[in-house]
C-alpha cells in the first residue's frame, strides 16, 4: 500500500502458478467490499499475479482506521498490544503464515513429497526479531539466515512434520 504524487493504491499479490483463482476471487470480493474495480494483472514472466486497486478513500481508510502504514515495510513489527495477548498473537501469526509464509515439500529420491518446509522472507529485522520470539514461546525449531545484497534481508525457515503440526495445533 502506497500514496506518493497523488496515486494512491493497494497492490496484492501472489503466485500465478497455484493462487491464480484465489486472486480471481479475492478481485470479486474487493469489488463487493469496497465498491471500487480492482485492476487483476497475470504476470506469467515472474510467474506473479496482481489484484490492484486505485483508491484515496481506501488507502486512507487502512491508514487512519486500520493504522496500516503506507511504503516499503522494510521496519514493519508486530504491535506491543498483540504481543502482550495470547490470543491475539496466535490470530496474528495465523495472518502472517496465510499471507507471507510459503510452504513446500522436499522430495525424496523417488520423487515423493515428503519434509515439509514453512519459509518467510522479510526485510524488517523488528519482524524477525519478533517472529523469533513468538516461535520459541510455542516450542518450534528454526534458523534464520540474514541475506545480503541486492535483496537484503532475513530468511526464516522451519522444517519437518514437527514444526507444520504445531504451527497448524497453534495458529491454524
Known sequence: MYSKNGTYRVTYSGNLA????YYKDL???IRTLYNVNPIYIERPEDTTVLV???SKKLVEFKKSELNLPCGPKDDIEIPNQILENPELIKWC?????DTDFS???KKNKKGINTEPRLELY???SKLIENLKHILSKFNFTFAV????GKYHGYLLRMYGK???DNWLKNFG
Open 145 to 148: 539466515e540474514e541475506k545480503t
Open 27 to 29: 478481485q470479486k470480493i
Open 93 to 97: 501469526m495465523r495472518g502472517i503464515g
Open 162 to 164: 514437527g514444526n507444520l
Open 18 to 21: 497455484n493462487e491464480k483463482e
Open 122 to 124: 522479510t526485510k524488517s
Open 103 to 105: 510452504l513446500s515439500f
Open 52 to 54: 490492484i486497486v486505485n
